[in-house]
């Protein structure tokens, strides 16, 4: 069975930064399979990022490029998005999701079969 608990969320103003971390409990998972997500009220869930295979991290949402990174820590089964220079447009519930196959657009959300219980960011101007 498959589990991710993520933490880190919070409040801050703009320019200020946060640290998102998930945890994945289940041996099956791969951090190379996992992204970070983020919704709004009324609007689909959207992509943020993965981390790629060799390092580094692909952007689904451009707006984030050269703001936020992302690190994981294969030891500890644990995915990392830290947050930088946040802007009010950033406000969102952030999840972390994993799926068991590298396959499918790992930007949309369908892909994903297993979820994190979310984490609220709040950024105000």
């Known amino acids: 069975q498959v589990r991710l608990v993520e933490s880190g969320g919070g409040s801050v103003q703009t320019g200020g930064s946060l640290r998102l971390s998930c945890v994945v409990f289940g041996d099956s998972v791969s951090t190379n399979n996992m992204a970070w997500f983020r919704q709004v009220p009324n609007k689909e869930r959207e992509g943020v990022g993965f981390p790629r295979p060799g390092g580094g991290m692909s952007w689904c949402d451009d707006s984030v490029w050269g703001r936020f990174t992302s690190a994981k820590d294969n030891a500890k089964n644990t995915l990392y998005l830290q947050m930088d220079k946040l802007k009010p447009e950033d406000s969102a519930v952030y999840y972390c999701?994993?799926?068991?196959?590298?396959?499918?657009?790992?930007?949309?959300?369908?892909?994903?079969?297993?979820w994190g219980q979310g984490t609220q960011v709040t950024v105000s101007s």
């Open positions: 999701a994993a799926k068991l196959s590298p396959y499918g657009d790992r930007c949309q959300a369908s892909a994903y079969s297993y």
